[in-house]
């Protein structure tokens, strides 16, 4: 089993930038990649990025540039530095790991951001 917890989420102007981040606990052992999904109202859960435990990332294309995801292994934290914000940002953001050898995955409980005047 893996906890998550998300923290960081809030309310932003666009333009703005906010930094979402994710501590694991339990089985850390076994997370191999950890990521961030997106769903926004009406829509389904979406990939923003992931990382891969020696540093590899992925992006989707509505936020290369403008977010860059980090991980710290010994702290078993995975953050999201959302920069440029814009109003089609606006969903609750999960953190998300998979564990080896099942690659099982784990969610945390989602966190809100909201980007609006």
């Known amino acids: 089993q893996v906890q998550l917890v998300e923290s960081g989420g809030g309310l932003v102007q666009p333009g703005g930038s906010l930094r979402l981040s994710c501590v694991a606990s339990g089985h850390i052992f076994r997370i191999s990649i950890m990521g961030w999904f997106l769903q926004a109202i009406g829509k389904q859960r979406e990939l923003v990025a992931t990382i891969s435990k020696d540093g590899n990332t992925a992006y989707a294309d509505s936020v290369k540039g403008r977010f860059t995801i980090s991980r710290d292994n010994p702290k078993n934290t995975v953050d999201l530095q959302m920069s440029s914000l814009e109003p089609e940002d606006t969903a609750v953001y999960y953190c998300?790991?998979?564990?080896?050898?099942?690659?099982?995955?784990?969610w945390g409980q989602g966190t809100q951001v909201t980007v609006s005047t």
């Open positions: 998300n790991v998979k564990i080896v050898p099942s690659l099982r995955n784990y």
